[in-house]
């Protein structure tokens, strides 16, 4: 609790200050930690990002028309856009940071936060995204190679010039981001875009197979718990996982570096995202992208890249088990959850839930802006209202409540769920309550069958011992007491929250309460006071 009350006292001196005038810079976001659970300090106080990822090719200023309202439409609070390499340093040391001038700018003028994307050595395995004079030299750009010798479009995680090249310009950008944004308007930084290698387990050139026969460093062994003798060699080590383990140290390594120079010049909250393995089952790595934060590798990836503060799944896997299986494979204690991407289509909208259920800091979808391209199946097929609006509901709720949600999260007082095939109806433990969702149900429909397609969600947060925060859609939300007694709806308020606090709008009663608390498609937030006879 002390910790907590240090952050709001932080945040509110800000805010006095602000208020005075005499403050110039909020206080760089930050990463925190208390009893196992995650907060992204923004302006000194908890964050929930609601986020939207723009498409790869959409952070032009001719473009940014085309993506701002789609970020208005979804009440998103945070856009994700990259920033090019190729862009950003079009000569060897000479910078052009107009698009991300412009970019901040926008945002500010929408009051919209930033996660800007470095899309520099890797972009989805591959270095398409360095600058024309780095492709023209590709002795200090190798892409890997194949087992058989072949070349693999995936870059070298052992070259020391790229590294260099790559950790240059990323203090550049970084540094810049410190002498223009003493408001926060970014307020993370992804470094690169989902590392690794398609095609290939790991490099195979004569530089990387001398890598490959000397000693395991000594940190990864004891950190991994391994009984492998100190000297071990990668195969010894570690038998038929040496390739992918060697891979992910050395992809992790390099960004690691990158990272921790560019937090030297600017230190704000940095992470990695993966290209997932299948979670249940997952086969060899060479079915999927190796080297990158998959989620068998993470201790790896946190003894290698500790400037990282968090590693995150971008999660295209719809199946209601497979998506619940990558949130608890990166809430970790050693790891906050953040889905910095996951689809756009129906069927995925309703998992933000289920992400802040498991104490998430943030949940964006990919590709929601109006240009015309579309990453179908794993973005929404068309940008229209009606792809977007089922994202655009999860913001509507949100959004206006997010810092409380945040803090709730934080201090461990709140549950989320999504609804689930075959889990129409699901109950949470708040002690002397269990508040018991019924998906599918509604006004005196008592049907426990669910919604005819998994949409439902459901948010409870305990305020008091008989207080309690509520907000859901397609569901029932009602609760039973411990003590065997009946419950009754003492008060149940609708409203929204004004800096903070809940401003009540209507009393719901009668037909709204009879038959317990009812959401349909409309976005409500609720206050209920119970009491027992
Ligand atoms: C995951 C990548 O990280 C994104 O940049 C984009 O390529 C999406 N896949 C959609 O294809």
């Given amino acids: 609790m002390k910790k907590i009350c240090r952050f709001l006292v932080l945040g509110s001196t800000f805010a006095v200050l602000a208020a005075s005038g005499l403050a110039k810079e909020a206080p760089i976001p930050q990463l925190v930690k208390q009893d196992g659970r995650f907060a992204l300090l923004v302006d000194g106080a908890p964050f929930l990002i609601l986020g939207a990822q723009c498409h790869n090719s959409s952070a032009w200023p001719v473009l940014l028309p085309k993506v701002w309202p789609a970020i208005d439409y979804l009440h998103a609070n945070t856009l994700e856009i990259p920033v090019y390499w190729e862009q950003f340093e079009p000569e060897p040391g000479k910078y052009d940071t107009s698009i991300v001038d412009l970019i901040i700018k926008q945002a500010r003028e929408r009051k919209v936060r930033l996660v800007l994307l470095w899309f520099a050595t890797w972009k989805n395995g591959s270095s ?23 070349s693999v479009d995936s870059p070298s995680p052992h070259s020391a010039a790229a590294l260099e090249a790559d950790l240059s310009a990323f203090c550049a950008f970084m540094r810049h981001l410190k002498q223009v944004d003493a408001e926060r308007t970014v307020i993370m930084v992804q470094v690169e875009n989902e590392p690794g290698s398609w095609g290939s387990v790991r490099d195979f050139s004569p530089a990387a197979e001398k890598l490959f026969g000397e000693p395991v460093p000594g940190e990864l062994l004891k950190a991994l718990g391994t009984n492998a003798p100190v000297g071990a060699n990668w195969t010894t080590a570690f038998g038929a996982d040496a390739d992918e383990y060697f891979h992910a ?16 010049e600017y230190p704000l909250p940095m992470y990695a995202n993966a290209a997932l393995r299948d979670p249940l089952t997952p086969g060899p790595a060479s079915t999927y992208e190796s080297g990158g934060p998959t989620d068998n590798v993470l ?8 400037a990282l503060d968090l590693l995150a799944p971008d999660i295209y896997q719809h199946e209601s088990a497979r998506y619940l299986k990558v949130l608890e494979l990166y809430a970790r204690p050693d790891n906050a959850l953040f889905v910095p991407e996951t689809g756009g289509p129906a069927g995925y909208p309703r998992f933000c839930f289920a992400a802040l259920g498991r104490g998430a800091i943030g949940w964006a979808a990919f590709g929601l802006d109006y240009t015309s391209y579309s990453t179908e199946p794993q973005g929404a097929p068309r940008m229209t209202g009606e792809a977007l609006a089922p994202i655009a509901l999860n913001y509507k709720i949100l959004e206006p409540m997010m810092r409380e949600v945040a803090r709730l999260n934080f201090e461990g007082r709140l549950q989320a769920v999504s609804e689930e ?49 509520v907000a859901g859609v397609y569901g029932k939300i009602d609760f039973t007491s411990i003590t065997g007694r009946k419950r009754s709806f003492r008060r149940v308020e609708e409203g929204g929250y004004e800096n903070g606090v809940f401003q009540p709008v209507r009393i719901w009663n009668g037909d709204e309460t009879d038959w317990g608390l009812s959401f349909f498609s409309a976005p409500q937030i609720l206050r209920v006071v119970l009491s027992t006879y």
């Avoid at 140290?249 to 030297?264: D, E, N, P, T, Y």
């Avoid at 201790?299 to 890249?305: F, Q, S």
């Fill in 128 to 150: 398409h995204y360095i600058p024309l004079w780095a492709k023209a030299q590709p002795e200090k750009f190798p892409l890997i190679t194949g087992k058989d010798g072949e």
């Fill in 249 to 264: 140290w050395s992809v992790a390594r390099f960004i690691g570096q990158v990272a921790a120079a560019g937090k030297k």
């Fill in 421 to 469: 095939p075959g889990q129409a109806r699901q109950t949470l433990d708040f002690g002397s309550w269990k508040a018991v969702i019924t998906f599918g149900a509604g006004g005196r429909n008592n049907s426990t069958g669910g919604n005819a397609t998994p949409i439902g969600r459901a948010l409870i947060a305990q305020l008091g011992e008989n207080e309690f925060l």
């Fill in 299 to 306: 201790g790896i990836w946190k003894v290698a890249a500790p």
